[in-house]
């Protein structure tokens, strides 16, 4: 009988409300990605990429003109060189980048700090490596960082913290103070960031990302992870990129050759042409997505629910207290077959949900879709 690593972990949340979605014909607004088209330069230039031949082995640490395609897109858009040789490694996916971060630095006993609500991937990869994974939950109201709880959390064991801003589900975005009180707990305990950054370029009302790369002390102990699929709007293409010191890069690349051994080569073409041709195209995201947010809460202005507009990512929290008191998970099954749209509960997201009354929406949609979404949840 086989005994089960991950006895707890089930089907994730995102593919049952999918699943759920597609069986009740309901608007999809609960697993994120895009439901419009990529840019057609990047589709025409991968399927350029596979009639060119390009479709064996690349390099396992990536393509390098893609690596040098990073390398320019963070010094232009975070001002810091990156060694494109021993710093960048191209991932399938981010999730894969991050998982194999954790097994190259996690030990059996060594405890890993997790931010609640967390995305679901990083306690599995935790507990595969062996660590335990000690969450702390993120303050109730803004979803920032509690330091002084995040402090008490550390012990002898604690080997690393993984961060994620902007955040997923809740949109937050970390200060520069955040970051400078990461910079003392992480120096004075001598401890390693796994960081999280998908949505870098997705952050609103003329806020600012603030990178673990732009900080010369976070920089020397991070991981840093980021997603081709989120910035180009191509999440089937499970390719991304982890930044990281060279002697991190060297210990992700020993375990990520024998997870995945490479990224999808005529990806990795496409995405290196696009980015040499488009530079400019992430910093048209931030505008583009805040639209979309702001199109989608204007229009449920009637509705019953309330909210505070999310600071960064293509996620919005909707409270919806004044509506029901039942708890999260039912009510998102309940309305995707009443009322005919799919979204997720924050509760699942946590090791200790507290009484949750959020469901988070995502607005990486058509206008269409946003606008037909928001009427149905104005008639509730």
């Known amino acids: 009988m086989l005994h089960s690593k991950l006895p707890q972990v089930g089907t994730t949340i995102f593919t049952q409300m999918s699943a759920l979605a597609q069986t009740h014909e309901a608007l999809n607004l609960s697993q994120g990605f895009p439901d419009f088209a990529a840019p057609e330069a990047l589709c025409q230039a991968l399927g350029d990429a596979a009639c060119a031949g390009h479709n064996q082995y690349p390099p396992m640490a990536g393509l390098p003109t893609l690596r040098e395609a990073v390398a320019k897109q963070v010094l232009h858009y975070r001002g810091v060189t990156v060694d494109p040789e021993h710093e960048i490694t191209i991932v399938p996916g981010a999730t894969e980048g991050i998982f194999c971060a954790i097994q190259a630095a996690i030990n059996p006993g060594d405890e890993v700090i997790v931010l609640d609500p967390a995305y679901d991937s990083y306690e599995p990869a935790i507990v595969l490596a062996g660590g335990v994974a000690v969450h702390v939950p993120l303050q109730a109201e ?139 195209y992430p910093g048209t995201l931030a505008n583009f997505y805040q639209r979309k947010r702001d199109l989608f809460c204007n229009a449920l202005t009637s509705s019953q629910f309330q909210w505070r507009p999310t600071s960064g990512s293509f996620f919005q929290l909707l409270d919806y207290s004044a509506l029901s008191d039942a708890p999260d998970h039912r009510l998102c099954i309940d309305w995707t077959g009443q009322h005919g749209v799919a979204s997720i509960p924050i509760s699942v997201f946590y090791q200790r949900p507290p009484v949750s009354r959020y469901l988070r929406f995502c607005f990486a949609k058509s206008d269409q879709t946003l606008l037909a979404a928001a009427e149905r949840l104005c008639a509730i």
């Open 142 to 280: 803004t979803f920032l960082p509690d330091w002084a709880r995040i402090a008490d959390a550390v012990s002898a064991r604690t080997r690393m913290i993984i961060i994620n801003t902007p955040h997923n589900p809740c949109g937050s975005i970390w200060s520069a103070a955040d970051m400078a009180a990461l910079e003392d707990l992480v120096e004075r305990h001598d401890l390693l960031i796994c960081s999280d950054e998908v949505y870098e370029f997705l952050v609103f009302d003329a806020q600012s990302h603030h990178s673990v790369l732009q900080y010369p002390v976070l920089r020397a102990r991070s991981f840093a992870h980021f997603s081709f699929g989120k910035t180009f709007s191509v999440t089937g293409w499970k390719t991304g990129y982890c930044i990281a010191p060279p002697a991190l890069t060297q210990e992700l690349r020993k375990v990520h050759q024998f997870v995945a051994f490479v990224a999808v080569a005529p990806v990795q073409h496409a995405l290196a042409q696009f980015m040499a041709n488009n530079p400019e």
